[in-house]
């Protein structure tokens, strides 16, 4: 049986506390942690809310979540992906496997394609043929070119050529997947270093972006990985992706806090259109169940 949510949490400490003593700080930090926060965040976190609630005798459960929206709201990083028009603008996608990267290319093509934006999505993953053959169904579906060379070569290269075919329409976006390097191998990232480099001299001034897709329902499993690939090459924005009710959403505050990394987008299904920019006023609401 899933764990309860945040939000869940909330409600029942508000049911079983005198409000606000010791016991319901102490375990509304648990609750912050057990959903995702990040334990150093928690405490500062319910630290704060405990003396605000003190100074201005706050009680009532309302004013309690309102202060507590208020606080998380602050933590939670967002921006907006605008690529230029008339530019070449390069978006590398960066992740662990399994977290839907492949999936998270297709809908970002799909989304700037609709605003009018000439795009090419680049098959970067070149170590696995099923990655490719999947971006190329993508391709096919959506009527978008994908680049692609053979299996095992240079993914750099790949890029490369995407971002010459690019300049050569005209300007418009590649949205470049990349293989599913894992964190702790240190020759994989060495490896996203070069990739980082081909990416970053093919796009124009100001128009490259390397955008990390993590899993929602992993928590701090996607802190630490956004942390290993920040470090690596630097990390302008993430995609959330598996975005649902099983998932607690803490990780984005934490990412945002530890990191100052920014969400650009929230994905909640498989369709091509569920993807939406993120909102921060509605990620606090749906965390804390308002």
Known sequence: ?????????????????????????????????????????????????????????????????????????????????????????????????GVGKTTSAAKLSDFYSKKGMGVIMAAGDTFRAAAVDQLCMHGDRLGIRVVRHQMGSDPGAVIFDAGEACRAAGGGIVIADTAGRLHNKENLVNELKKIDRVAGSRADTGCYRKILVVDATTGQNAVRQAEVFNEAVGVDAVILTKYDSTAKGGEVIAIGKELGIPVAFVCTGEGYTDIAPMDASRYVKDFLGI
């Open 1 to 97: 049986m899933p764990k309860a949510s945040f939000a869940e949490r909330l409600k029942s400490l508000f049911g079983s506390h005198k409000i606000p003593d010791d016991d319901f700080f102490d375990d509304l930090t648990d609750a912050l942690i057990e959903g995702d926060v990040g334990a150093k965040n928690s405490v500062e976190l319910i630290d704060m809310l405990r003396e605000k609630c003190r100074k201005e005798r706050i009680s009532g459960e309302e004013q309690i979540v309102s202060a507590l929206e208020e606080m998380l709201l602050e933590y939670v990083r967002v921006t907006d992906l605008n690529p230029e028009p008339g530019k070449v603008n390069v978006y590398l996608l960066l992740g662990v496997n």
